[in-house]
């Protein structure tokens, strides 16, 4: 009589599950995944064709390379030309943030299928079955390596199609994708540190700021790049590869090398700490609550007054990074008529300087709708994860439970602009040599984007009460925003387009004329459609 057969054992059990779970995480993000590379795919080939025609001849971009590498201000945010192709003009603008982008895109897509999935309860049910212990970490990076993946394709794809060589689109493509991936590693280790996915978002994310400045202060402290503050960070990989200018392929060595070191460290975090818990454990709470969280608003500033103190002091030193620049900029544009059309598209006709000033206003407002929208969208982590039912059982109403956040939608934005009005205040006018006088300018520049960045973050209430489901939507609607306002000018976009976004409405300060309409007209679409979104909240099922 012959043994009975013994069922194969999987080759790895710690990874049984990970395809059914990648599958699922595909499907989840059939929607964010596609439209998030393309429109990064988008960027990227619409600037090559927008200075295709704002360069057209070899001396105009000849004449942008030059003075671009002789000011330490424009090094700084956009690094040094390597060459003064069209291509190499589209890897100088586009590598460093095109290699943010796709590294965003990737922490967001790694902490929502590991930690969030720990958070919610839901990867604890799903370990009950043939799940192994190493699946879900695996199936999000095999997700996100997808989606950078698509990403390098359709860059490659569309430069080629453009016209420009494909060596260098290719080179081009990789060093982004590459930059998304090393992130999306950072990523998995923050998951494993921290014991929710706001925290790990929130680590990841100033992973990404850091890399951003660490690449601008080294751009500006060398004209060929050579600093070890830029060889230091990921953005600054992106940069070296130097597509169409002689492309370093041994540079791409270094973005998925650290990848592939960040993966494996978050595989053996993994295996040290319990399901739904961080290795760096939250401390104990007191014995007997503080008074102020008898009520909502002391609940809301209990979960989120760390997210603020971050933004503040993140505003803080951007601010002041930013105002330290301003001074180079009319070096840049003397003699070169389309960059100056460029940055009074972005900041308005008045003088360079105050146009430059105006354009850096504008890019801390749409980056603190960003803030604006996450206070608001923290409604629906906390619906979604079943703390907010309890409280809701209780004696506080919904509308009272749902005020404590908005108010830090409205006043915490405004402390986040008044930190980066007051740092590119102070740093431009001691560079200037007028603190007095500036300080009050470039502040008054910040707090003006408020109304705007409040439409937006009424966008987000509207959808949390309406559509729920979809409230995530809002951080599309507010990404678009800031391309339209970043991209925009650059690309030179129709008016209309320009006018999607509330920052178009606004005055061009400091320097432009002032009018009550614009900030009168955004903070009543905001009260609207806040109330209308409070009103659906009231009358839809909590969960």
């Given at each position: 009589?012959?043994?009975?057969?013994?069922?194969?054992?999987?080759?790895?059990?710690?990874?049984?599950?990970?395809?059914?779970?990648a599958?699922l995480?595909?499907?989840r993000?059939?929607?964010?995944?596609?439209?998030?590379a393309?429109a990064l795919?988008?960027?990227?080939?619409?600037?090559?064709?927008?200075?295709?025609?704002?360069?057209?001849?070899a001396?105009?971009?000849?004449?942008?390379?030059?003075?671009?590498?002789a000011?330490?201000?424009?090094?700084?945010?956009?690094?040094?030309?390597?060459g003064?192709?069209?291509?190499?003009?589209?890897?100088?603008?586009m590598?460093?943030?095109?290699?943010v982008?796709?590294?965003?895109?990737?922490?967001?897509?790694?902490?929502?299928?590991?930690?969030?999935?720990?958070?919610?309860?839901?990867?604890e049910?799903?370990?009950?079955?043939?799940?192994?212990?190493?699946?879900?970490l695996?199936a999000?990076?095999?997700?996100?390596?997808?989606?950078?993946?698509?990403?390098?394709?359709?860059?490659?794809?569309?430069?080629a199609?453009?016209?420009?060589?494909?060596?260098?689109?290719?080179?081009?493509g990789?060093?982004?994708?590459?930059?998304?991936?090393?992130?999306?590693?950072?990523?998995?280790v923050?998951?494993?540190?921290?014991?929710?996915?706001?925290a790990?978002?929130?680590?990841?994310?100033?992973?990404?700021?850091?890399?951003?400045?660490?690449?601008?202060?080294?751009d500006?402290a060398?004209?060929?790049?050579?600093?070890?503050?830029v060889?230091?960070?990921?953005?600054?990989?992106a940069?070296?590869?130097?597509?169409f200018?002689?492309?370093r392929?041994?540079?791409?060595?270094?973005?998925?090398?650290?990848?592939?070191?960040?993966?494996a460290?978050?595989?053996?975090?993994?295996?040290?700490?319990?399901i739904?818990?961080?290795?760096?454990?939250?401390?104990?709470?007191?014995?007997?609550?503080?008074?102020?969280?008898?009520?909502?608003?002391?609940?809301?500033?209990?979960?989120?007054?760390g997210?603020?103190?971050?933004?503040?002091?993140?505003?803080?030193?951007?601010g002041?990074?930013?105002?330290?620049?301003?001074?180079?900029?009319s070096?840049?544009?003397?003699d070169?008529?389309?960059?100056?059309?460029?940055?009074?598209?972005?900041?308005?006709?008045q003088?360079?300087?105050d146009?430059?000033?105006?354009?850096?206003?504008?890019?801390?407002?749409?980056?603190?709708?960003?803030?604006?929208?996450?206070?608001?969208?923290?409604?629906?982590?906390?619906?979604?994860?079943?703390?907010?039912?309890?409280?809701?059982?209780?004696?506080?109403?919904?509308?009272?439970w749902?005020?404590?956040?908005?108010?830090?939608?409205?006043?915490?934005?405004?402390v986040?602009?008044?930190?980066g009005?007051?740092?590119?205040?102070?740093?431009?006018?001691?560079?200037?040599?007028?603190?007095?006088g500036?300080?009050?300018?470039?502040?008054?520049?910040?707090?003006?984007?408020?109304?705007?960045a409040w439409?937006?973050?009424?966008?987000?209430?509207?959808?949390f009460?309406?559509?729920?489901?979809?409230?995530?939507?809002?951080?599309?609607?507010a990404?678009?925003?800031?391309?339209?306002?970043?991209?925009?000018?650059?690309l030179?976009l129709?008016?209309w387009?320009?006018?999607?976004?509330?920052?178009?409405?606004?005055?061009?300060?400091?320097?432009?004329?002032v009018?009550?309409?614009?900030f009168?007209?955004?903070?009543?679409?905001s009260?609207?459609?806040?109330?209308?979104?409070?009103?659906?909240?009231?009358?839809?099922?909590?969960?």
């Amino acid at each position: 009589m012959s043994a009975p057969a013994v069922p194969p054992r999987p080759a790895s059990p710690r990874l049984a599950g990970t395809g059914t779970l990648a599958r699922l995480a595909l499907r989840r993000d059939r929607v964010l995944l596609p439209v998030w590379a393309v429109a990064l795919a988008l960027a990227v080939v619409s600037v090559a064709s927008a200075f295709e025609s704002l360069y057209a001849t070899a001396a105009d971009r000849a004449g942008v390379a030059r003075s671009t590498n002789a000011n330490a201000s424009v090094r700084a945010l956009y690094g040094p030309v390597f060459g003064d192709s069209t291509g190499g003009l589209v890897a100088w603008r586009m590598a460093a943030l095109g290699s943010v982008l796709a590294g965003i895109m990737s922490l967001v897509i790694v902490v929502r299928h590991t930690r969030e999935e720990e958070e919610t309860g839901r990867q604890e049910l799903l370990s009950a079955a043939v799940v192994g212990r190493r699946a879900p970490l695996t199936a999000a990076l095999l997700t996100a390596l997808a989606a950078n993946g698509l990403v390098a394709v359709l860059v490659t794809a569309g430069l080629a199609r453009a016209g420009l060589p494909a060596g260098g689109a290719a080179a081009l493509g990789l060093a982004v994708a590459g930059t998304g991936l090393c992130f999306a590693g950072v990523a998995a280790v923050t998951a494993q540190l921290t014991d929710t996915a706001r925290a790990a978002r929130s680590l990841a994310g100033a992973t990404v700021g850091l890399a951003f400045l660490l690449r601008a202060a080294g751009d500006a402290a060398s004209t060929d790049a050579s600093s070890p503050l830029v060889w230091v960070s990921p953005a600054g990989w992106a940069e070296q590869t130097r597509a169409f200018a002689g492309e370093r392929w041994w540079v791409l060595v270094l973005p998925y090398a650290a990848a592939a070191l960040a993966a494996a460290a978050a595989y053996t975090l993994a295996g040290r700490r319990d399901i739904g818990a961080g290795l760096l454990a939250g401390r104990p709470g007191a014995a007997t609550a503080p008074r102020y969280l008898t009520d909502a608003t002391g609940l809301a500033w209990r979960l989120q007054r760390g997210t603020l103190l971050g933004w503040t002091a993140g505003f803080a030193v951007a601010g002041t990074v930013f105002g330290s620049l301003v001074n180079g900029v009319s070096d840049l544009v003397s003699d070169n008529e389309s960059t100056r059309e460029i940055f009074e598209r972005m900041g308005g006709h008045q003088g360079l300087t105050d146009s430059f000033l105006s354009a850096l206003t504008g890019l801390l407002g749409m980056v603190a709708a960003l803030y604006a929208v996450g206070c608001v969208l923290r409604l629906r982590a906390e619906e979604t994860s079943g703390r907010a039912e309890p409280v809701l059982a209780g004696a506080t109403g919904r509308l009272r439970w749902a005020a404590g956040h908005l108010a830090f939608a409205g006043l915490g934005t405004a402390v986040v602009l008044l930190a980066g009005g007051l740092g590119m205040g102070l740093a431009y006018g001691i560079t200037a040599g007028d603190v007095g006088g500036q300080v009050p300018r470039v502040l008054g520049a910040a707090l003006a984007q408020l109304p705007a960045a409040w439409a937006l973050a009424s966008v987000a209430v509207l959808l949390f009460g309406a559509l729920p489901r979809g409230a995530v939507a809002a951080w599309g609607v507010a990404g678009g925003c800031l391309a339209i306002g970043w991209l925009g000018p650059v690309l030179r976009l129709p008016g209309w387009v320009m006018d999607l976004s509330p920052f178009g409405h606004l005055p061009k300060l400091p320097g432009a004329a002032v009018s009550a309409g614009p900030f009168f007209w955004l903070a009543g679409l905001s009260a609207v459609l806040t109330v209308v979104g409070l009103a659906a909240f009231r009358r839809r099922d909590v969960g």
